[in-house]
């Protein structure tokens, strides 16, 4: 691959390739309900890119008498169960992502949500859609660690610095900054600033693997 495009392209998955992120927040709803207490819209958006074992902590000090992985088991069953009724691709993402494989580029997802959960949503693409997958299960450090994205380049034999990442998160930017990346922000329920390591662009609707090549180039000439 010559520096003109990313060895690869390292997706998020909730909030970037799908927008899971409300049916997330509607299970955090019902699970603190059900022990008697209250969670807010804002307090879902708070953990918006956290990794699972840590939120199972927020809702263990919101009075969940659960285990944390009785918390992640009942979270993401109740996702599984609202993904099965529709799958909500971002606009744009599917076409991206079909573009980037047609090209040869490696491709990677990068997500917090346990395995069978990323498994589940890539198995409603009906193309090959990702080289390999890192979930939240597969790391000792989550989400803003850079560990998941430096996990995955490794995995697919390049270094972080050869990648783009496309995030949608905060706590997912700083994650795939801290890697090294080339990192993209696709901003949807938490907005996201400008600043210095990465771009920020308002939609995937449209993009190509021109355009991410373009980000990918103009941040290699930054760093040289």
Known sequence: MTSDFPAAVLW???GTLVDT???WM????????????????EDGLALVGSGLWASAEV????????????????????VLEQIRLEVPWRPGALELLAETKARG?????????????AEFVVSFIDFDAFDVVVAGDDVTHAKPHPEPYLRAAALLGVTAEECVAIEDSRTGLSSAVASGAVSIGVPLHVPLDEGPGHTIWSSLDGKTIDDLGRVFRSSIEVAS
Request: aromatic content about 10%; proline content about 2%.
């Open 12 to 14: 998020d998955m909730d």
């Open 21 to 23: 992120e409300p049916y």
């Open 26 to 41: 509607a299970a955090e709803q019902e699970l603190v309900a059900s022990f008697g207490g209250i969670w807010t819209h």
């Open 59 to 78: 809702f263990r000090g919101r009075g969940v008498d659960l285990s944390a992985d009785e918390i992640i088991t009942y979270l993401t069953d109740r």
């Open 105 to 117: 580029i490696q491709t990677g997802l990068v997500t917090m949500s346990v395995r069978r959960m």
